[in-house]
């Protein structure tokens, strides 16, 4: 029994391989600041498209890039009332004589 027995290292707990002539992947060290004063860096591939802000690893807020890189804005709609999509369909005259019919048949029913 004792002949089988693996000595001296714990099974799974290392790697025996040999980091020479292992050629890494380019990497990019991306630094970050805190509104909290907090300034870490973070590791990216070149390839990877850099985030603009990223989650402080000691407090938790929103920080943003060191470089000074922010977002682009965003197009944003404006927002389409009722009355906007009426217009697009109707003239005013349009409505003016949609509105008179109405009362007319509500006065009617009066």
Same mark, same amino acid.
């Not at 089988?4 to 050629?23: I, K, N, P, Q």
């Not at 965003?74 to 349009?94: F, G, N, S």
């Given at each position: 029994?004792?002949?089988?027995?693996?000595?001296?290292?714990?099974?799974?707990?290392?790697?025996?391989?040999?980091?020479?002539?292992? &050629?890494?992947?380019?990497?990019?060290?991306?630094?970050?600041?805190?509104?909290?004063?907090?300034?870490? %860096?973070?590791?990216?591939? &070149? &390839?990877?498209?850099?985030?603009?802000?990223?989650?402080?690893?000691?407090?938790?807020?929103?920080?943003?890039?060191?470089?000074?890189?922010?977002?682009?804005?965003?197009?944003?709609?404006?927002?389409? %009332?009722?009355?906007?999509?009426?217009?697009?369909?109707? %003239?005013?005259?349009?409505?003016?004589?949609?509105?008179? &019919?109405?009362?007319?048949?509500?006065?009617?029913?009066?």
């Amino acid at each position: 029994m004792a002949d089988r027995a693996l000595r001296g290292s714990g099974l799974g707990s290392r790697s025996f391989e040999d980091e020479t002539g292992v &050629e890494f992947a380019p990497r990019l060290e991306v630094a970050f600041d805190c509104p909290m004063g907090h300034h870490f %860096t973070v590791m990216f591939s &070149e &390839e990877a498209d850099l985030p603009v802000e990223w989650e402080c690893q000691k407090c938790g807020k929103i920080a943003l890039r060191s470089d000074g890189t922010r977002a682009e804005g965003k197009d944003v709609k404006p927002v389409r %009332t009722h009355y906007d999509m009426l217009r697009e369909r109707r %003239t005013i005259p349009e409505l003016e004589e949609l509105m008179a &019919e109405r009362l007319e048949l509500l006065r009617k029913q009066d």
